[in-house]
């Protein structure tokens, strides 16, 4: 999420929305922001509804797995980056500043 936060500014000028969802309360999720200083929406999938629905729910953890997703305005999923790949989020943050996203 800080590597994310660094970027921002090359993301809000594709006209980029960060979003951040965890598992984790609402007021846990502030805290966290708050402690790591990333000003984008943290959002809270209490109860994991979503986690789920995108398939990165894992039974054995009780947890999501850490995924980065590009999603268009359709809705649609244009790039993700999973587990170890998320750390660094260069490949989402270059997708969002490829022409075609831009218009």
Do not use: H
């Not at 244009?78 to 996203?101: F, G, H, S, Y």
């Amino acid at each position: 999420m800080q590597a994310l936060q660094q970027d921002l500014k090359r993301l809000d000028a594709t006209d980029t929305q960060v979003l951040g969802v965890s598992m984790d309360s609402p007021y846990a999720n502030k805290a966290f922001a708050d402690q790591i200083r990333v000003t984008f929406p943290l959002l809270s999938d209490w109860g994991g509804d979503v986690t789920r629905e995108y398939g990165i729910y894992v039974d054995k953890y009780k947890a999501a797995r850490r995924v980065n997703f590009l999603i268009g305005k359709d809705g649609k999923i244009l790039e993700e980056q999973v587990d170890r790949d998320a750390i660094d989020p260069t490949k989402i943050v270059d997708a969002c500043e490829r022409p075609k996203l831009k218009n």
